[in-house]
């Protein structure tokens, strides 16, 4: 397994080089990151000694990290994805078990909420969405 960072890099599609970005506030591997408007976000992963539920979210016009409340479980290898303004982190491992349960991120409201597990168990899932027509 790769050591947890602070250090983040970005990909400069302009120039087609990776740039050094300010660091994280905490470190971490296997985590989920996702970006949401103008905003990069991270959450879970693992920090050397201990599987976490925190999340953070970098500012680009701000260039600096702020903390974000905790997830309600500790995830690593868990995915995160952005879809109609909010995020969602789903599955993952919290040191003992894979997880079925997703957790829903709502910025306006600033904090994250369960929702409807997978019906498997996982860690490391692929994730995306698409748009559905309303039911």
């Known amino acids: 397994m790769a050591p947890p960072v602070l250090q ?3 990909y400069n ?3 087609d ?3 050094p970005a300010a660091a994280m506030l905490n470190k971490r591997c296997r985590h989920g990151a996702a970006a949401l ?3 990069l976000y991270v959450a879970g992963g693992y920090d050397g000694s201990g599987f ?3 999340a953070e979210v970098f500012s680009a016009a701000a260039a600096q990290w702020s903390p974000l409340v905790a997830m309600s479980t500790r995830r690593s290898r868990v995915s995160l994805v952005s879809t109609a303004g909010r995020l969602y982190a789903v599955g993952g491992y919290d040191g003992q078990s894979n997880l079925s349960s997703v957790e ?3 910025p306006a409201a600033g904090r994250w909420s369960l929702r409807s597990p997978m019906g498997g168990h996982e860690g490391g899932v692929g994730v995306a969405c698409i748009p559905l027509p309303p039911a």
């Open 8 to 10: 983040v890099e970005y």
């Open 17 to 19: 080089r990776w740039q």
């Open 52 to 54: 976490l539920s925190g």
């Open 13 to 15: 599609h302009h120039t």
């Open 104 to 106: 829903m991120f709502d």
């Open 37 to 39: 408007g103008s905003r």
